[in-house]
């Protein structure tokens, strides 16, 4: 099992930044993809980012693109999400997710392990 435990969110104000963080622990993090989701509420969880094993192959959301940057830090076990521009449109519960390939996917159950999430919240 991957324990996945998210942190960094918080209130911002449009145009904010903020970065999220994804510490995993417990079996090995090597050869896992990683994602970030979003769900707002009364809203289906859809795709935000993901990174490749060896973070040379990156993909966003459209939503997201030229605003969002997702990084790893595989020595420690850490995926990031940087968030600058933010919209009140970003509002939302923010998960991170590992895929037990090394390949970067858009679909949320090509993800096997899942965080409990960490809130965003952009005021207009």
């Known amino acids: 099992q991957v324990r996945l435990v998210e942190s960094g969110g918080g209130l911002v104000q449009a145009g904010g930044s903020l970065r999220l963080s994804c510490a995993a622990s417990?079996?090995?993090?090597?050869?896992?993809?990683m994602g970030w989701f979003r769900q707002a509420p009364g809203k289906e969880r859809e795709f935000v980012a993901a990174?490749?094993?060896?973070?040379?192959?990156?993909i966003y959301a459209d939503s997201v693109k030229g605003r969002f940057t997702i990084s790893r830090d595989n020595a420690k076990n850490t995926v990031y999400l940087q968030m600058n521009s933010l919209k009140p449109e970003d509002t939302a519960i923010f998960y991170c997710?590992?895929?037990?390939?090394?390949?970067?996917?858009?679909?949320?159950?090509?993800?096997?392990?899942w965080g409990q999430g960490t809130q965003v919240t952009v005021s207009s």
């Open positions: 997710a590992a895929r037990r390939v090394t390949i970067v996917s858009y679909y949320r159950y090509d993800y096997a392990y």
């Open positions: 990174v490749s094993w060896s973070g040379g192959s990156t």
């Open positions: 417990g079996r090995t993090f090597s050869g896992y993809a």
